[in-house]
């Protein structure tokens, strides 16, 4: 079974300062971990994804995540937020040619 | 490279009418599937199609019906339309294939009054 828990449903951060989504998983085998983010009245935009490999991933805007084995984490990162990151992140897991499951995703909201 | 396409961006139907919504795959995707996102929630899976046929089908009633053409792109067609079909509903394509990213279009806001 796959699934992934986002334990906090609104994050608040400055501008300028370094972001964090939490995301935890738990699944069988080798995990297949996306995010994807989506602002206001939109669609859903890819972000990355891990496979396998490197456990520092980087994607697009400037963001990038770490699988942590020994934590089972994934969390989503940016060193520096901009207002306009202000939207919807979910953390979702994939696993051979499954639909994916989304949970209720988290909330960024960045303040000027 | 044009990603993937929905159309309408927008409709308003009335309860017990019926909606066909489109899709267009990013172009070389052979997958396509949808979800409907209720506000406030993550998005639902509906269903998945593959080479012209249902491969899975998430817990939705059979009002929820797709097609896939040849040429890959899809429709989900809905009968009987409630309120509570109000939602977006987002098309995502990939290869079928394990760890393929999975891209979604911008979605059809389908409200039903």
């Known amino acids: 079974a796959q699934s992934v828990a986002q334990p906090e449903d609104q994050v608040n951060v400055a501008e300028g300062n370094p972001l964090t989504v939490k995301c935890t998983y738990s699944v069988s085998g080798n995990p297949y971990l996306f995010w994807y983010v989506q602002y206001p009245n939109r669609g859903l935009q890819f972000l990355l994804k891990y496979i396998t490999g490197d456990n520092l991933v980087k994607g697009s805007y400037g963001f990038e995540a770490e699988f942590n084995k020994s934590q089972t984490s994934f969390h989503l990162k940016k060193p520096s937020a901009l207002v306009s990151d202000s939207a919807l992140y979910f953390c979702?897991?994939?696993?051979?040619?499954?639909?994916?499951?989304f949970g209720k995703g988290t909330r960024l909201s960045v303040i000027a | 490279d044009a990603g993937v396409t929905q159309s309408p961006t927008h409709l308003i139907k009335t309860r017990g009418q019926q909606v066909t919504l489109r899709c267009s795959p990013k172009?070389?995707?052979?997958?396509v599937s949808w979800y409907q996102q209720a506000l406030g929630q993550g998005p639902q899976f509906i269903f998945q199609y593959y080479e012209e046929e249902e491969r899975q089908r998430g817990n939705f009633p059979d009002r929820f019906s797709g097609h896939q053409f040849p040429n890959y792109s899809s429709e989900l067609n809905v009968n009987a339309l409630l309120l509570g079909d109000s939602a977006l509903y987002l098309c995502?394509?990939?290869?079928?294939?394990?760890?393929?990213?999975?891209?979604f279009g911008e979605g059809s806001w389908l409200t039903v009054v």
């Open positions: 979702v897991p994939h696993s051979g040619n499954t639909p994916l499951v």
């Open positions: 995502a394509s990939s290869f079928l294939s394990s760890g393929n990213t999975i891209y």
């Open positions: 172009s070389g995707h052979d997958t």
